[in-house]
């Protein structure tokens, strides 16, 4: 999750307009027949000027609501969101009427579609529905945040459950708390969420939008159709690996668990895959290695323990890898405001996430961090979002952004991607001599393809189901259903137990609850490989592309901040161009990482039953 201008307002946990602003420092309002060029050009500046003010103040509000939940601060979040909002819908609804007019630069018209296609949550402008809007995410974001499943019988917080569901291998115990999660988070936030559902789309369909599924896929400098069209494009290309994987994973959970618990055919079990949400898939590496080669020697959580590492000691190992590319250390005010690890008097959102509270340099990362690999990775994910914040800095506001959402979201990952065995003894956490050799190839490539691949299907379903929540192809009364179809069809999983409509499964993923946007991290999965191909091309690499570490490249980091530092200014082809020289984002550089895994997962496969 990262601040700005859009995701401001995905968030929904604290947008702030002082309503004396919002009333009297109008911007040069639109004259009411034809505007001229100049006052369109005046219109955006006065924008930009006002949101950059109005966009701290609500960073601010949302940070002390996201590290310290209470009825207050839900109240001051849930109202300041719903000001700001209103807002932002005043001043789209004035954006769209210089449009069209001719004449207008590029820039200007750029800056106009983002006023217009920037609000990811809008309210419609009748009085007091900015409001209720604002409250219900700030509502089902603290209820996430606040969540509790069970174990043992007993309760046990978000950050915990979510790091055992990794750990644990004791089906009665990982359906205990797969369910109980599930049954607490999710389904008490049902009428809530159809509430905001309606109220959402009334305020996309006020700004000229078919319903609020098409203004998220506009955001793409394409129309939403194309976008969508694009998005199952590249998932059919990656698709066969997922297949796959699939196949194989299915087959060693079957071997472990046996039929009674697992069997051979159909779907997997949700709960058994290493992750409350069956997203990444990397925790369970033990139960699938490859016999024989299958130890790769090191397990980056048990390093970090072993060399008694703690969490602020992960975030600078993070930051010497940005600093190793050449980019600047993080401010002071990073490590005294950020919170690295979960406060043990008070209620947070521990989803981890990045900020950027004065749009230059006030950095911060909201994380619960566990010393973990999961983690480890994280950081450097958030991380990613922090060094992207600073790098387009000097933009003007509406320009401070990813080139597109899923690039914010991919900085980080590709830069992890980097964390290979040679990097690890670089920085001192493995031993020289503990290496794998060339054999644990496909050990590493499996290790990766539990978290990379696997996630594919879930970063694509996310949004396929709220797309079809907002358009109306799943009725309010099939949330759950629509849910549990998507989850089948694409990611080839069922519940642990039997599902129906007085659940809401869907509502126990952080991002749903909190109105954040997910298709950036399907487009970040496919995204980090191009980077990282590219990267390691730049780099002079020449052996197998999994064991490319740019660790210490300045020439990759200065590329890198080349591209971070357009921001949105330019179509996103134009940032994936400066930094790979492609226009196109393609599942190739994914496919070819992976393709010595895919050959033998091929020859694993077969004989063994595939599909569900
Ligand atoms: O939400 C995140 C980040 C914050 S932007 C921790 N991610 C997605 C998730 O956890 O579901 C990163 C990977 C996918
Ligand atoms: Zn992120």
Redesign the pocket.
């Known amino acids: 999750?990262i601040r700005r201008f859009s995701s401001l307002m995905a968030l929904a946990v604290a947008l702030a307009a002082l309503p004396a602003v919002a009333e009297q420092a109008a911007p040069a309002s639109a004259p009411a027949a034809a505007p001229t060029v100049a006052q369109a050009d005046a219109f955006v500046a006065a924008v930009e000027e006002e949101f950059a003010k109005l966009s701290v103040d609500v960073a601010r509000i949302s940070w002390v609501n996201a590290t310290y939940i209470t009825e207050d601060t839900d109240a001051l979040a849930a109202a300041a969101g719903g000001r700001y909002t209103e807002r932002a819908v005043q001043v789209a609804n004035e954006a769209a009427r210089y449009r069209s007019l001719p004449g207008l630069s590029a820039d200007t018209r750029r800056k106009l579609d983002l006023i217009i296609g920037g609000i990811t949550l809008p309210a419609p402008t009748r009085p007091g529905a900015a409001e209720e809007l604002s409250t219900l995410f700030t509502r089902m974001g603290s209820s996430y945040g606040k969540g509790r499943g069970t174990l043992n019988g007993k309760p046990i917080n978000g950050s915990d459950i979510e790091a055992t569901m990794g750990e644990e291998r004791d089906p009665a115990k990982l359906k205990e708390m797969w369910v109980s999660w599930h049954d607490n988070v999710g389904a008490p936030m049902r009428a809530d969420y159809l509430a905001a559902t309606k109220l959402t789309n009334e305020g996309a369909t006020g700004l000229g939008f078919k319903d609020a599924g098409a203004l998220w896929r506009s955001g793409y400098d394409m129309p939403p159709d194309q976008f969508a069209a694009m998005t199952d494009k590249l998932w059919a290309e990656v698709e066969p690996l997922y297949k796959a994987l699939h196949t194989y994973v299915r087959w060693k959970l079957n071997e472990k668990y046996g039929d009674a618990v697992q069997s051979k055919t159909g779907p997997i079990r949700a709960d058994l895959l290493g992750n409350m949400w069956g997203?990444e898939w990397g925790n369970i590496y033990d139960v699938v290695a490859p016999p024989g080669t299958g130890d790769l020697g090191y397990d980056i959580g048990d390093l970090l323990k072993a060399k008694q590492y703690d969490p602020v000691k992960m975030v600078r190992t993070g930051e010497g890898f940005y600093s190793s590319l050449g980019f600047a250390p993080l401010p002071e005010t990073f490590w005294t405001r950020s919170q690295i690890v979960k406060p043990l008097d008070r209620e947070v959102i521990c989803?981890?996430?990045a900020w950027d509270v004065d749009n230059v340099d006030d950095l911060r990362i909201k994380m619960c961090t566990k010393v973990n690999s999961d983690d480890f990775i994280?950081i450097h994910?958030e991380l990613g979002h922090n060094y992207y914040q600073r790098a387009y800095n000097k933009q003007p506001f509406l320009y401070k952004n990813g080139a597109n959402d899923g690039f914010h979201?991919a900085i980080g990952d590709f830069v992890a991607l980097s964390i290979t065995p040679d990097y690890l003894v670089k920085i001192n956490l493995l031993d020289p001599a503990r290496v794998p050799a060339a054999d644990k190839d496909i050990g590493l490539l499996l290790r990766q393809a539990m978290d990379k691949i696997a996630f594919l299907p879930f970063g694509l379903l996310i949004d396929k189901w709220r797309w079809q929540v907002f358009s109306g192809e799943i009725a309010p009364g099939q949330l759950q259903a629509g849910w549990d179809k998507l989850r089948l069809q694409y990611q080839g999983i069922v519940p642990p137990v039997p599902r129906d409509e007085s659940k809401f499964d869907a509502g126990a993923k952080y991002?749903v609850a909190a109105g954040v946007p997910y298709t950036r991290?399907f487009l970040a999965r496919i995204l980090q490989f191009q980077f990282y191909e590219a990267a390691c091309k730049q780099a002079g690499w020449k052996g197998p592309l999994h064991r490319c570490s740019f660790y210490g490249d300045k020439q990759v980091g200065s590329r890198l901040d080349a591209m971070m530092k357009m921001g949105q200014s330019k179509p996103w082809p134009d940032a994936l161009q400066a930094f790979t020289g492609t226009r196109e984002m393609s599942g190739k550089s994914m496919m070819a990482y992976f393709a010595p895994l895919k050959k033998w997962l091929d020859e694993q496969n077969k004989g063994k039953p595939s599909g569900w």
């Open positions: 999750m997203q989803h981890a996430s994280t994910h979201e991002h991290y």
